[in-house]
């Protein structure tokens, strides 16, 4: 059975399983359609874009509106970026590690991880 099913794009465990037309992986708990997301990268990746995708997995463009999905605490500081925070204008970039938007929130200029954003 695990010899059809795609590894998991989070977390790349092999133990993926079938809950309705979602794939369910147990070890992170991420949960993705098998037949779009095969077929929506394996379009992407034969046209060479750099898809970016939000937690709920709609694609993310330059310009954007988002709301934040859990409370972020700044690095370096005591503030903390709440739960329905919206941030407007984003720009989409190749940041350090997995942090591919590129945003200002409160005056202050930070990087965040498109698995912590919803598209608004």
């Known amino acids: ?14 133990h993926a399983y079938e809950m309705g037309a979602l794939l369910v992986c147990p070890m992170c708990g991420h949960e993705w359609a098998a037949t ?7 379009a992407d990746e034969a046209a060479g874009e750099r898809v ?5 997995g709609n694609i993310l463009a330059d310009g ?3 709301s934040v999905l859990k409370d972020l605490k700044i690095k370096g500081s005591s503030n903390v ?15 350090v ?8 929130i409160e005056g202050v ?7 912590v ?3 608004v």
């Open 36 to 42: 779009s997301a095969d077929a929506d990268s394996d």
């Open 1 to 14: 059975m695990n010899e059809t099913l795609p590894l998991c794009p989070e977390c790349s465990s092999e």
């Open 81 to 95: 970026i709440k739960v329905g925070t919206r941030v407007r204008g984003i720009r989409l970039t190749d940041g």
């Open 97 to 104: 590690g997995d942090h591919d938007i590129d945003c200002r």
């Open 109 to 115: 200029q930070m990087q965040l991880k498109s698995s």
């Open 64 to 66: 954007d509106t988002v």
């Open 117 to 119: 954003v919803k598209k």
């Open 52 to 56: 970016i995708r939000d937690a709920v």
